[in-house]
């Protein structure tokens, strides 16, 4: 198994303890004055993995858009790591999965192409990538099981495998705190295992990982907490809860990992991830 270095701090914390990786107080998202989150507020503690969970159109997408400042907040204020997001500037701490893989269009990137951009926001103008660099790429393309698929075109991958060039994306510029947004949907049973044994060891190594999921599914025992948004509003806040409701029901059109039940306890890895917060 390669190893997977985060900007992670790897032995404890200062005795005041580090503030939260994200703080969220009382916040509300208006589309078109159409309110979709209101008077939310949560901690991510630095080294938890959290899932934000809920049905369709709760706002789990919108949550973790507003904690990256990428829809603006009507009420309410977000920090990173201890900053309002306005003055935060440590952007190079911050990895942010999309939900599908949207640039590139009809360009024929290459996959190693579209996880050295992770490293773009940190590296000067026309200055080439320091042996460093080029070695964290490979350990991100290792970590998702794609270091043999470096030089194909990201549009010869399957979705599930797409989806592990976003992450490897966001490995490369070794950042402390992750946003990844459905991570499992539609990913078939190999990428759910890289993502998930990628999950696990970025939270041994003490990263934050917040996680926008349909529903927990072979991630649960990863995820220490479990924030469950209904009609933009918190209505639970711990333990992850058993999957069960609007996911149990007939033409429910989410692709889940569990929908593949002879792959889903393969995809539990097998080392642990100690709970936090
Ligand atoms: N850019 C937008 N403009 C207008 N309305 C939006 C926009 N993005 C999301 N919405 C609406 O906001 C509500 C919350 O959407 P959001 O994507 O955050 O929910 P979600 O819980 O992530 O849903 P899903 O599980 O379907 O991805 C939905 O009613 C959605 O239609």
């Known amino acids: 198994m390669s190893t997977l270095t985060t900007g992670a701090p790897a032995h404890g914390r200062a005795s005041d303890g580090p503030a939260p ?3 969220v ?3 509300a998202v208006a589309y078109d004055r159409a309110t979709v989150l209101d008077g939310v507020s949560l901690e991510v503690p630095a080294g938890q993995t959290l899932a934000i969970l809920g049905p369709n159109g709760s706002g789990k997408s919108t949550l973790m858009r507003a904690m990256l400042g990428l829809v603006p907040l009507s009420a309410g204020r977000v920090e990173l790591h201890g900053a309002p997001l306005r003055g935060f500037r440590d952007w190079g701490r911050i ?15 290459t996959v190693r192409e579209v996880v050295t951009s992770g490293q773009v926001a940190r590296r000067r103008r026309l200055h080439r990538a320091t042996p460093d660099e080029r070695a964290a790429v490979d ?5 998702v099981d794609l270091a043999d698929r470096a ?7 399957s979705g599930g495998q797409q989806q592990r060039v976003l992450i490897a994306r966001a490995l490369a510029a070794r950042p402390d705190t992750f946003f990844m947004d459905e991570p499992m949907a539609g990913v078939d049973a190999a990428s759910q295992r890289a993502l998930a044994r990628t999950v696990t060891r970025l939270g041994a190594q003490g990263a934050t990982v917040v996680l926008v999921l349909h529903e927990p ?3 649960e025992p990863l995820i220490g907490r479990s924030v469950v948004l209904s009609g933009g509003h918190v209505a639970h806040d711990g333990a992850p809860p058993r999957p069960e409701g609007e996911c149990a029901r007939p033409g429910h059109d989410h692709v889940h990992p569990h929908a593949d039940p002879e792959h889903a306890s393969a995809a539990l890895p097998d080392i642990g991830v100690p709970r936090r917060g």
């Open 21 to 23: 990786a994200v703080r």
């Open 25 to 27: 107080v009382d916040a």
């Open 95 to 109: 990895g942010y999965v999309p939900q599908r893989l949207s640039a590139g269009g009809g360009v024929p990137a």
């Open 139 to 143: 350990e991100a393309l290792e970590a």
């Open 151 to 157: 030089r194909d075109s990201v549009h010869e991958l």
């Open 217 to 219: 599914g072979p991630l």
